[in-house]
């Protein structure tokens, strides 16, 4: 299995337990991973990004544009921020709720997310959009948008791993009261769907 | 063995633990802090780690310890490398006993750093050779060669990354601690003529490192790492590629036998790709220099990889050292070959390189017809700057100061950390910012050539005892009038909460005592010291007025922790965010405009203009008129319940949420 993954968001949004995630279920894969990501001054509000490559005979842990097989984005803008790195079959998952930036605020004009969400719909076939309101609610918290996003790439099949492989990451990588709520969050998507 | 899913900053200290390193010290900053706390977390019984008031410390402890012939790593990243300048210098020419690796991150870009200066031209400054990984695994491996190579030469050895190179993940292999090299600590043993410096052993010292960087550049080109990619190429023109002058009667020469890149660090992972593109259509691809070791630099592996070449691109990050090189290689060997990089304006000069930079530059030089993706038009995109957190108690003293003064001819010189985000609209209170501690120089300089300005030097806890104490000694004593501004987080924030003097905790995990900053002012002797709770803003203001117009150097505390630091996260819970209350909102736009918190927004409304009572846009392109509700609002996901909006709000409209939500 090869895959080229992007994880895209606001800084503070939970991108990077995502990414570790899916990286500790490729690793008891016995897959080779490579990742990078920001960390820094960016991260207080700016854009945030993962890319992680699965697979043999990979060099660089950066993805070039038109490489990325899946873009899991946790903000409308961010997805079309990062969607030159998409292939032309590939996937986009992303949460229908704007962060919109302190500048917008200020100058009292704040972006349209439906002209995000158009322009996904408009370019990206393969689009799954997450109303991530509802699935919150749902769930019961609002700390756990990543696991729901997650939850919707593997449910498309996007991810490349089962349920149980991620579940198991997710054993091995979060402390185990927050197990059933993660469990919970990751199935969301799967459950809505059937 | 065993395999592990590695940063390379958590590779580095892997790779330093396995080698049986001793000591280690450093001074927090982006992209290297994570080595020292990976040594930190998994510290091996007898193996001592500090963060050290500053590079310059660190360095000389690390030193010291090499002297012992302990095992010793100093971390920082490359603009702590010119503070840890003087103890470097020296120690190149002194030398050391045991292994002493100095890591310095270099950040191209640059990310989150004032210069896109290169670790490697220092290293040929200071005599200091370094090694110069490409990936997590090779940090990993390189780290334990280091200290090995170190001990052998008794030089002090530089290890240099990059904000890719530590800041990526790999999964590697890495030893288990039974397998953790083994060593023992000689002990200091006197001899002044081997440690103490005097012109006449710097003189004897100085021809020695030269004689042995000469031998190094041969021994080096032995070293596994610096590796000549090649393979069987066919002489005729790569069938898969159109030729570029398909009238000619003869096709031209195959660019692999007369082409060539010379690359190293992260951009050797850029080249790589872009030579496995290249062979997956042709079949064939290009010959590769990979420098590792950048100074003192492998010759005679340039030459066997210069043989038969016309031409070499050279692609590397920051200063153009590898070109340099072996542009100086061609010379003194009388080669032909065209060394083309930044120099020559093949290759940008300043920035990161990328994925496409890279394949765009090495599919031009060998004339390979680039496949370029039609670029898409995407729509406007908001721009995110970084800006100060929702609950930043920085924002509260900047405002504090900004209306305490307001109206009178100031300078506000800034330092580094989170608050230079205080020069952001609309705080807009950062007039200067340079570089650690230098925001005490500016104010009291221009207190001296401009005396009709009010002058405030900000500066964090941290950055006051990393380097800031001694400019204020030199205000005092040299009577400068300025107001020094003290932003008490109690942490270093920026770089992720390190420990420092004023926090009572080390990274040996002791509680101390704290050095307390009003304590080193009066002892200074500053007659006036006053310690506010920024978030107080009413007494905030009060002091800054009262304190700013006092003669001479006057200092204010501004105290309140970070808000991401844990506690302050659990107080916050506990009080919970606040509400606006849209009955008494007239919609003035004062919080918003004021402080520019990012938990701050505007209330959307479906309703009709006059319906809301709250006044609209024009209309727009489409010519419909939208109802927008000027009223402001709190993200509750955001908000930290710190108040300062609540106490500027001219109709008190608002007020806490109750509770945990």
Request: a negative charge; proline letters at 7%; hydrophobic letters at 40%.
């Amino acid at each position: 299995m090869s895959k080229n993954i992007i994880l895209c968001g606001v800084g503070g949004q939970g991108t990077v337990l995502a990414s570790r995630l899916i990286s500790a279920a490729a690793m008891t894969k016995g897959l080779p991973v490579m990742s990078a990501e920001t960390i820094g001054m960016a991260q207080r509000g700016g854009s945030v990004f993962s890319h992680l490559r699965i697979g043999e005979n990979v060099y660089s842990p950066m993805i070039a544009l038109g490489e990325a097989d899946l873009i899991l984005a946790f903000e409308p803008a961010e997805a079309v921020r990062l969607l030159p790195y998409l292939k032309d079959s590939g996937r986009i998952v992303v949460s229908n709720r704007p962060i919109q930036p302190v500048t917008a605020t200020l100058s009292g004009s704040s972006y349209d997310p439906q002209v995000m969400l158009d322009y996904l719909k408009a370019h990206v076939p393969y689009l799954t959009i997450v109303d991530i309101e509802s699935a919150t609610r749902e769930v019961g918290s609002s700390k756990v948008v990543n696991l729901i996003l997650l939850g919707a790439a593997l449910a498309d099949g996007a991810l490349g791993f089962t349920q149980d492989e991620m579940r198991q990451a997710i054993i091995d990588k979060i402390p185990a009261k927050f197990h059933e709520l993660n469990f919970k969050a990751l199935d969301y998507y799967q459950n809505i769907g059937e | 063995m065993h395999q592990e899913f590695l940063m390379g900053n958590e590779a580095i200290a892997m790779g330093a633990i396995a080698a049986g390193v001793d000591l280690v010290c450093g001074y927090p900053g982006t992209p290297s802090t994570e080595v020292l706390e990976t040594v930190a977390k998994h510290r091996p019984q007898g193996t001592y780690v500090e963060w050290s008031v500053n590079e310059k410390t660190a360095m000389e402890m690390a030193g010291g310890a090499a002297y012992a012939g302990a095992r010793s790593m100093v971390t920082m990243k490359q603009m702590g490398l010119n503070v840890a300048a003087d103890p470097l210098m020296c120690l190149s020419y002194i030398g050391v006993k045991g292994g002493m690796v100095v890591l310095v991150a270099d950040d191209p870009g640059p990310i989150s750093s004032q210069t896109e200066q290169d670790t490697r031209t220092f290293a040929a400054f200071s005599k200091v050779p370094v090694f110069d990984p490409s990936t997590p695994r090779e940090a990993y491996e390189m780290v334990q060669e280091a200290f090995v190579f170190s001990e052998k030469y008794q030089t002090p050895v530089f290890l240099r990354s990059t904000t890719r190179v530590s800041h990526g993940y790999e999964s590697i292999e890495v030893k288990d601690p039974d397998e953790y090299a083994i060593h023992e600590i000689e002990g200091f043993i006197k001899d002044s003529s081997r440690w103490v410096i005097f012109p006449r052993l710097a003189n004897m010292n100085h021809r020695k490192i030269e004689a042995r960087n000469a031998t190094l550049t041969d021994t080096l080109s032995d070293y596994p790492g610096n590796r000549i990619y090649r393979e069987e190429i066919s002489p005729a023109y790569p069938a898969a590629f159109p030729s570029n002058q398909p009238d000619e009667p003869t096709s031209p020469p195959n660019p692999f036998t007369v082409r060539a890149v010379a690359t190293g660090g992260f951009s050797f992972t850029y080249c790589m790709e872009t030579r496995e593109r290249i062979r997956r259509e042709a079949g064939e691809s290009f010959r590769l220099f990979k420098v590792s070791t950048p100074f003192p630099f492998p010759e005679k592996k340039a030459l066997k990889f210069l043989e038969g070449l016309d031409e070499v691109l050279c692609i590397e990050e920051l200063d153009p050292v590898i070109e340099r090189a072996l542009t100086y290689v061609c010379g003194k060997y009388g080669l032909k070959t065209k060394i083309l990089g930044k120099l020559t304006g093949d290759m940008p000069s300043a920035g990161e390189n990328s994925r496409e930079i890279v394949q765009q530059a090495i599919e031009g030089f060998l004339e390979i017809p680039y496949s370029n993706q039609e670029p898409l038009d995407l729509p406007p995109l908001p721009v995110r700057p970084p800006v100060l957190c929702a609950g930043c108690p920085h924002r509260a003293s900047f405002y504090a100061v900004k209306k305490a003064m307001q109206g009178k001819k100031t300078l506000y010189c800034g330092d580094i950390g989170c608050y230079t985000l205080g020069n952001a609209m609309p705080l807009d209170m950062v007039d200067t910012c340079l570089c650690m501690g230098a925001g005490l120089g500016i104010a009291q300089a221009i207190s001296h050539v401009e005396p009709d300005t009010s002058c405030f030097a900000f500066v964090g806890d941290s950055t006051f005892f990393a380097s800031a104490i001694p400019s204020v000694v030199n205000a005092v004593y040299n009577q400068a009038e300025m107001t020094l501004i003290v932003l008490d987080n109690s942490t270093t924030a920026m770089t992720g909460h390190q420990p420092h003097p004023g926090t009572g905790q080390t990274m040996m995990g002791e509680i101390v005592s704290k050095i307390s900053i009003e304590k080193i002012l009066h002892g200074i002797g500053l007659k006036t010291v006053e310690t506010v709770d920024p978030l107080d803003h009413a007494r905030a203001v009060e002091t800054v007025r009262r304190v700013a117009t006092e003669k001479g150097v006057k200092a204010i505390i501004f105290r309140s922790p970070c808000i991401a630091l844990p506690a302050a996260r659990a107080a916050a819970g506990k009080t919970g965010p606040m509400v606006v209350d849209p009955e008494k909102c007239i919609g003035c736009k004062r919080c918003i405009r004021e402080i520019g918190c990012p938990a701050l927004v505007l209330a959307t409304s479906d309703k009709e203009p006059d319906e809301a009572g709250i006044g609209q846009n024009g209309p727009d392109e489409a010519g419909v008129v939208k109802a927008v509700s000027i009223k402001a609002a709190i993200d509750p996901a955001q908000c930290t319940g710190c108040s300062l909006c609540s106490q500027i709000c001219p109709v008190k409209a608002i007020g806490k949420g109750g509770g945990h939500v």
